[in-house]
T-cell receptor
Framework: NAGVTQTPKFQVLKTGQSMTLQCAQDMNHEYMSWYRQDPGMGLRLIHY???????DQGEVPNGYNVSRSTTEDFPLRLLSAAPSQTSVYFC?????????????FGPGTRLTVT | AQSVAQPEDQVNVAEGNPLTVKCTYS??????LFWYVQYPNRGLQFLLK??????LVKGSYGFEAEFNKSQTSFHLKKPSALVSDSALYFC???????????FGKGTMLLVSP
């Protein structure tokens, strides 16, 4: 299994541009999430999905859209990039095990908005 | 609202010495607690978790953590640090029925030779 894959690894955008960060998992996990990591702030939840066709907002959803048309894919769309969205983005998938959810993280996408 | 605090931005320890990375949480109900490690330019790797049962949890790479309900703490420990343990460590909390995590800000562990 490839696990959780993310593309691209690096991206530079200009303010106002839009783009989609791709995330895919081949473990048939029902749950997927997007987090952003900023220095001194840990990881913060952007959006998550509990199954195909079901998504919900996390702690910092503004400026981002998601959809989940298949179990495998969970793309994150930046509608109009802003410098405040410069960050490292991690996608995670999870399944329920022993009463909790085992989270598997992708390698991340480093985004710079100029 | 649930929250996780990691009071130390950085922990310095000499190789061979014991290490502790602190984590406290503020939640209502019974939390699920996790530790993750991040090496430079890498994703997060799972170390260990506490769900229920024995308060001392053993995880990967010789790490362990102790759940203390009265002090609302879940400190990460290792008896003998290695230089290769140098990394960024995150404590996280979740609850039964929730598939997402709330993370602390992270603690950089630096182990000197």
């Amino acid at each position: 299994n490839a696990g959780v894959t993310q593309t691209p690894k690096f991206q530079v955008l200009k303010t106002g541009q839009s783009m989609t960060l791709q995330c895919a998992q081949d473990m048939n996990h029902e749950y997927m999430s997007w987090y952003r990591q900023d220095p001194g702030m840990g990881l913060r939840l952007i959006h998550y999905s509990v199954g195909a066709g079901i998504t919900d907002q996390g702690e910092v959803p503004n400026g981002y859209n998601v959809s989940r048309s298949t179990t495998e894919d969970f793309p994150l769309r930046l509608l109009s990039a802003a410098p405040s969205q410069t960050s490292v983005y991690f996608c995670a998938s999870s399944y329920r095990a022993s009463g909790s959810y085992e989270q598997y993280f992708g390698p991340g996408t480093r985004l710079t908005v100029t | 609202a649930q929250s996780v605090a990691q009071p130390e931005d950085q922990v310095n320890v000499a190789e061979g010495n014991p290490l502790t990375v602190k984590c406290t949480y503020s939640v209502s109900g019974n939390p699920y607690l996790f530790w993750y490690v991040q090496y430079p330019n890498r994703g997060l790797q799972f170390l260990l978790k506490y769900i229920t049962g024995d308060n001392l949890v053993k995880g990967s790479y010789g790490f362990e953590a102790e759940f203390n309900k009265s002090q609302t703490s879940f400190h990460l420990k290792k008896p003998s640090a290695l230089v290769s343990d140098s990394a960024l460590y995150f404590c996280a909390v979740s609850f039964s029925g929730y598939s997402t995590l709330t993370f602390g800000k992270g603690t950089m562990l630096l182990v000197s030779p």
